[in-house]
Every structure is written in structure tokens, then in C-alpha cells.
């Protein structure tokens, strides 16, 4: 069965600090992965995937991750963060003719002045 | 372009009462559907997915139903509410044979007294 583990559920860190939210799936032969943002009282959104191709992607505010294959993982980062990022950061992973994507319990980044 | 509508935004309910909560998808054909509940703290659970008209797959055992009478519709009941039923539920689209990123609607916060 899929499974995805985001390793913290709360993350505070200070402005302009960097911060890492990790996330592990359960191994399988092709996965996509994704990580969604969401802020208070509103729907999820799309903040960056991996398909296919180059293991880092980034997003156009300055987070990126990176696909591991060998550590089933997809940690996501970013060199300096701001107030506005703070919100509840998701993993999900998908599979290959799965129809659905299985989404781990949340990490809620704060960012403190 | 492609949306993705729900109502009500918010709505509070007695335990016992009957619950229909709709979601439209405009911009894109055959979509596969989702319904998930976010209880507070408790993260993101799948609740029903539907891959085509009068197809629907249920994830968890509970009080819910859904349907979806059009391509683009898609409708979360129950005949009589329950406590537990309270939470944040969230309506989503997605292509591709549901491998790819979900698109979520803005959600309804629903309060069962």
C-alpha cells in the first residue's frame, strides 16, 4: 500500500533561516511526488512535483526538492524563508495507474520575526 | 481556464440532520474527483474518488456518500449527521488517470452541534 511519513509536524523557524520539511514514501518501481501548500481556512495548491527528468525541481517563490530514489525520500527546502510562508506544507505521492495520490499528515512551517 | 467550485463555504449543522455538500468542475472534461475531510490536526483523508459518471470508490467505512450525477459534479451526503462528521472537507479535480497534480476547490468548514 502507498504510504507517505512527513517526519515533523510542526517546524518554527526564525525569518530568513533556512528550513528543511522531510518527506518519505514507500518504495515502488515509478512514483510522482508532489508537495502542496496550503494557508489558513483555504484549499491546497500545487507548489512543485517530480514526473520525470532532473531529481530537483524547483517552484517560482524558492523552494525546491529533490528526488531520492536510493532513500525513498523528497525532502523540501529553502535557503531563507519569510513571514508569508508560513502555512501547512503536504507531501503526496502517486503511482502509476493508481487514479488518487495518497497525501501525508501535514507539517506546519511558522515563521517567527 | 479550469475551476473548481464548492458550496456552502461554511455551514453548521444539528446531529441528525441530512448533509449535501456539491462541487463543480468547469475547463476540462472527464476529470477524475475527489472528496477528502481534513480534521483539525489530523491531516488530509480521502474519503471518495470517482474516476467517471455513477463511478465511485469509497476509501473509509463512515456515515458519507457521494455521487456524481454529471461529468463535472460531484456530491457529498449523509441521511443523518454525526458529531464526528465536523471538519474541513475539500473538493478536488485531477487528469491525466489521477497520477498528476489535484486541483483543489476553497472547501467548506462544516460544524455538526
Known amino acids: 500500500a502507498q504510504s507517505v511519513t512527513q517526519l515533523d509536524s510542526q517546524v518554527p523557524v526564525f525569518e530568513e533561516a533556512p528550513v528543511e520539511l522531510r518527506c518519505n514514501y514507500s518504495?515502488?518501481?515509478?512514483?510522482?511526488l508532489f508537495w502542496y501548500v496550503q494557508y489558513p481556512n483555504q484549499g491546497l495548491q500545487l507548489l512543485l512535483k517530480y514526473l520525470s527528468g532532473s531529481t530537483l525541481v524547483e517552484s517560482i517563490n524558492g523552494f525546491e526538492a529533490e528526488f531520492n530514489k536510493s532513500q525513498t525520500s523528497f525532502h523540501l527546502r529553502k535557503p531563507s524563508v519569510h513571514i508569508s510562508d508560513t502555512a501547512e506544507y503536504f507531501c503526496a505521492v502517486s503511482y502509476t495507474n493508481a487514479g488518487k495520490s495518497t497525501f501525508g499528515d501535514g507539517t506546519t512551517l511558522t515563521v517567527k520575526p | 481556464s479550469q475551476t473548481i467550485h464548492q458550496w456552502p463555504a461554511t455551514l453548521v449543522q444539528p446531529v441528525g440532520s441530512p448533509l449535501s455538500l456539491e462541487c463543480t468542475v468547469e475547463?476540462?472534461?472527464?476529470?477524475?474527483l475527489y472528496w477528502y475531510r481534513q480534521a483539525a490536526g489530523r491531516g488530509l483523508q480521502l474519503l471518495f474518488y470517482s474516476v467517471g459518471i455513477g463511478q465511485i470508490s469509497s476509501e473509509v467505512p463512515q456515515n458519507l456518500s457521494a455521487s456524481r450525477p454529471q461529468d463535472r459534479q460531484f456530491i457529498l451526503s449523509s441521511k443523518k449527521l454525526l458529531l464526528s462528521d465536523s471538519g474541513f472537507y475539500l473538493c478536488?479535480?485531477?487528469?491525466?488517470?489521477?497520477?498528476?497534480?489535484?486541483?483543489f476547490g476553497p472547501g467548506t468548514r462544516l460544524t455538526v452541534l
Open positions: 475547463g476540462t472534461s472527464n476529470p477524475n
Open positions: 518504495s515502488s518501481v515509478s512514483v510522482y
Open positions: 478536488a479535480f485531477g487528469r491525466r488517470g489521477g497520477t498528476d497534480t489535484q486541483y
